[in-house]
């Protein structure tokens, strides 16, 4: 903000100067004094405007396009005469991807598996960061450097030994099978405890001398007060879990449980409808609007939760 | 990272009446979360071991042991140069690649222009979509003949490639669609770095005469290192997690078999070759053991803190 500041201070000064000024130094002066010349506005746009402009572009097309074409009859689409809109918009696309696939079981189930996975995951994160932070015990430092260690554990590594596991107890195609082995959290433990970390002490001090237990001290006076991080480490969760893909595939193999992005899978493998591009980004569409949707409208906690540890190192 | 807890430890009275009614409500809140941390993240890591030394078909109830069996036969056979190199490959395509044109995006959404923060949502946004709904765009996209890219190159009188049959193009492919999903994640990461570069050093040079690409290669480049190290270690741990949208766009892994994929293909593609796969887990989770450990020892040393 300074420099732009001080640089439109500049301008005006140069302006108001009725003898004309002199251009305050040689080389950069040209360009100054009269801010809106075609050079100028040239050069703002090359090297301003054109690189965001082309960013944002080369992010948002590919999704208009999956849209565009998802509203397409398919002579539209089946042709090398492209034309960007659709000349008469429909959702037939839509209606055969539901037929094809029971469309609305994937999305019921994806909804139940993210709304029960996310809200246990986010109590677990809570009452653990709380118990690491504020609660004594003696191996404490241990336990949280073993949280640390299984953020670095891919979990595509363990899907074999669980898959056995769940399998052995019939949790194959159930709701259970699906959530269990994904709900404990070392991001969100992670994330809330270096949030807890800052809390000032004394307002807990403060709750204990007042007589409240730990479960008071929890649930009336830390969670109150952290909103925005368990916010930030619930949204981060629900995207997670609504993506899920390498778990939800191998644990399920009939239609009536898969997710979203299982059910995409499927549609796109099904014969009638493998090379129906207007099909399949419908498909896209559901999978992907209700995140983006979300994302834009909170995505400052998402961002900050994603690129959480760059700044805490 | 946070120094130790900053509340007094019960060291010596330890086991007080207080400090045991402690130790139950530390255990009766975090019990569950650490049980199943242990249980499904890593007790899994033990069972692959030993599952790695069996010949076992999933699903079969027998299962022979043949100790070392597998993993000699990844490194003998063609799967080793195969499946590593193509796990080297892409793992440094896309990391490079998010990396470089995510440090470019951020330069130029640093600037103080209009709209710019429509712009830094729109390029974080495909990092936090499904990846198999992205892979199923793309695949439409590179189609090479309805296809919207066919379609520009016909425009400039170029047939288009054969994207999914040709091995090299379709690894080419996923890096291509990997990057353009995470670049937006080093984009922020890397303009976070950017924003809270001291102002007075880079005001210092300009005033000696020092270009915008002197200013940026020689004064803001070194002192991101710290950003640059964080990003480098987040985008090779996840680009060796790769897995939705190889998934997605070359289900059969015609060259684009890294080491995550092949282990799935072994187990649950056609093969069902439950113990050879988990001796493929095992090859990456040493990978990572040994990378993890790397950066550790060595680069962290190397890094220009701020």
């Known amino acids: 903000m300074s420099t732009q500041t001080a640089e439109s201070f500049d301008e005006r000064a140069t302006r108001f100067d009725p003898a004309g000024g002199a251009p305050p130094s040689g080389s950069q002066g040209d360009s100054r004094d009269r801010p809106l010349s075609w050079r100028n506005l040239a050069r703002t746009a090359a090297t301003g405007y054109l690189p965001l402009l082309l960013a944002t572009l080369v992010v948002v097309a590919p999704l208009g396009w999956m849209v565009l074409s998802s509203l397409k009859a398919p002579g539209e689409i089946i042709t090398t005469s492209l034309s960007v809109l659709p000349h008469s918009p429909t959702l037939d696309n839509y209606a055969q991807a539901a037929t094809t696939v029971p469309f609305a079981r994937f999305f019921l189930n994806s909804v139940v598996v993210t709304v029960i996975g996310s809200t246990i995951k986010c109590v677990l994160a809570v009452l653990t960061a709380y118990a690491l932070v504020f609660v004594n015990f003696p191996f404490k430092k241990a336990i949280f450097l073993a949280i640390l260690v299984a953020l670095m554990v891919p979990p595509q590594v363990s899907v074999l030994p669980n898959y056995i596991f769940i399998a052995g107890l019939d949790g194959l195609n159930t709701y259970w099978g699906i959530i269990l082995p994904g709900l404990g959290t070392a991001f969100g433990t992670f994330l809330l405890r270096q949030h807890f970390l800052t809390l000032p002490a004394s307002i807990l001090e403060a709750a204990e001398i007042d007589g409240a237990g730990h479960f008071r001290r929890l649930w009336q006076v830390v969670v109150p007060i952290s909103g925005p991080s368990i916010a930030t480490v619930a949204l981060v969760t629900i995207v997670g879990e609504w993506n899920d893909y390498i778990w939800p595939l191998i644990v399920t193999d009939r239609p009536e449980m898969m997710t979203l992005p299982v059910g995409l899978t499927l549609l796109a493998n099904s014969d009638s409808t493998s090379q129906a591009w207007g099909v399949l980004m419908a498909g896209a569409v559901i999978v992907i609007i209700p995140i983006l949707v979300v994302f834009a409208a909170l995505q400052r906690f998402i961002v900050a939760g994603l690129t959480q540890g760059s700044v805490t190192g | ?306």
């Not at chain 2, 000699?72 to 793992?91: C, H, K, N, Q, R």
């Not at chain 2, 992205?134 to 009188?157: K, N, T």
């Not at chain 2, 803001?220 to 270690?233: A, G, H, K, M, R």
Request: with cysteine.
């Open chain 2, 1 to 306: 990272m946070v120094k130790g807890s900053p509340r007094p430890k019960a060291a010596n009275k330890r086991w007080t009446p207080r400090a045991r009614r402690d130790a139950w409500v530390f255990l009766a809140l975090a019990l569950p979360n650490l049980v199943l941390i242990a249980f499904f993240t890593y007790r899994p890591l033990f069972v692959n071991m030993y599952y790695s030394t069996l010949d076992w078909t999933l699903g079969s109830m027998d299962a022979t042991v043949v100790g070392l069996g597998n993993y000699i036969e990844f490194f003998t056979s063609g799967d080793a140069p195969a499946v590593l190199g193509a796990t080297a490959i892409f793992t440094a395509a896309t990391v490079g690649g998010s990396m470089v044109l995510g440090l470019l995006v951020a330069v130029a959404l640093n600037q103080k222009v209009p709209g710019r923060t429509i712009a830094r949502s729109a390029v974080f946004a495909p990092y936090v979509l499904s990846g198999v709904g992205v892979g199923m765009v793309w695949l439409f996209i590179f189609d090479p003949v309805y296809g919207a890219l066919a379609w520009m190159l016909r425009g400039v009188g170029l047939a288009s490639p054969q994207w999914i049959n040709n091995p090299n193009l379709a690894l080419a492919m996923v890096i291509i669609v990997y990057v353009w999903k995470n670049l937006g994640y080093c984009a922020v990461v890397y303009l976070a770095g950017l924003q809270s570069m001291p102002r007075d050093v880079l005001e210092a040079a300009a005033l000696d005469g020092a270009g915008a690409l002197r200013r940026f290669w020689f004064i803001s480049f070194p002192l991101l290192s710290p950003t640059t190290f964080f990003l480098l270690i987040t985008t090779l741990l996840s680009s060796l997690q790769a897995f939705d949208i190889i998934k997605i766009m070359a289900p059969t892994g015609n060259g684009t078999g890294t080491l995550i994929f092949e282990s799935y293909l072994q187990a649950f593609g056609a093969y069902n070759r439950a113990g050879y796969s988990a001796a493929i887990s095992v090859v990456l989770f040493v990978l990572l053991l040994v990378m993890t450990g790397l950066q550790l020892r060595f680069v962290e040393r190397k890094v220009h803190y701020a």
